[in-house]
């Protein structure tokens, strides 16, 4: 077995490298980890960073997961630092309760500096410190946030913003220009935190909700920018978007990132034609048909699908295709890890 480190096998897989065994990760797994050990999202804001970057490396350990996810789970804290109203759940990441903004000149009202004043905001920032120095020399630490379409969903709301594309291109356009900077601006300090791999979850621009020509036009130059700005810092980049991109996956590469993150809809074999030598891919086992319902030979014999998918000497990154929900048993986990340590 090679004597690469978890963090340098995803940093090859990345660079489009060889890798010593197939790469396998959680992709966020915050709410699941937190709930595993009997808090909530809102309950560890207030737990101390210590004490939930223990729980996160302490996980990590356990799962010999090649990423580690700090912040996951929490992206509408930047909604609330705005000034916006979120709902905190016993499981589940908080919801927006209502759009922040009722015009898209509102955007001028908003001070991108209130993120800087929201306790929730520095306690994850303090999390992904510590969890840095802890296991960062080893573990490749990561952070998340919304991408600009789905940050501008919430802040103008999804169905005024859909409307609007056929009818106000200008005034989406300018809520998008906000979202990107309020984006870059959230993950930013993580980066400085020592957070080296930052995925930008952009669900409302899935082809289930847009089409390739919009995606061309609303999303890809607003989530360039901010993959662009994030990486000119230091960090590897993730672009994630739920459900069906088949048809827009060679515009991907185009915003500079470091992997796509693929959604149990899309078809690996399509997937590494279209993206093999342009960027790494992962996925995307169903996270509750298989990685929650099934027993771990059913996760296991998915995992090898997906392995065989992506095909001999891909940049394929083992994942299932979105976070997993709570209920998730830790056996199937541990099973879609051997599997991948099994391709060593």
Known sequence: ????????????????????????????????????????????????????????????YLLRSDIVWTGSGYHNLAIRALGGQI???????????????????GTGGLDLGRLEEDPGIQALRDTTRRLAREVGERILVGSSAWGPFT?????????????????????????????????????????????????????TASGDMISRRQFEEFVLPYQSQVIRRIKARGAETLVHICGDVTDRLD???????????????????RAA??????????????PVEVMQNADP???????????????????????????????VPLENIRAMVDTAWERA
């Open 151 to 203: 940050y501008a969903g919430l802040l103008y709301g999804v169905e005024r913003l859909m409307r609007n594309i056929y009818k106000d291109k200008a005034a989406v356009h300018a809520v998008l220009a906000f979202a990107a900077e309020l984006s870059y601006h959230y993950l930013a300090p993580f980066v400085a935190a020592g957070a080296g791999l930052i995925s930008v979850a952009d669900p």
């Open 87 to 105: 709902l905190f759940r016993r499981k589940g990441a908080p919801d927006v309760k209502e759009p922040l903004l009722k015009e898209a000149s």
């Open 297 to 327: 030979a059913g996760v296991a014999a998915a995992c090898r699908a997906c392995i065989q998918d992506a095909g001999p000497g891909s940049s394929h990154i083992l994942m299932p295709g979105c976070d997993i929900p709570p209920g």
């Open 273 to 286: 034609a279209a993206l093999q030598g342009k960027l790494a891919f992962a996925g995307n086992m169903n």
């Open 1 to 60: 077995m090679s004597q690469d480190t978890p963090r340098a096998i995803i940093l090859k897989a990345i660079r489009l490298q060889e890798t010593p065994r197939h790469p396998v990760a959680l992709l966020s797994g915050g709410i699941w980890t937190l709930n595993r050990h009997g808090l909530s999202l809102e309950e560890a804001l207030t737990a101390g960073g210590e004490r939930t970057a223990e729980i996160i490396a302490d996980t990590a």
């Open 251 to 269: 515009l991907i590469p185009v915003t500079g990132a470091g992997i796509l993150s693929v959604d149990y809809k899309v078809d690996l074999a």
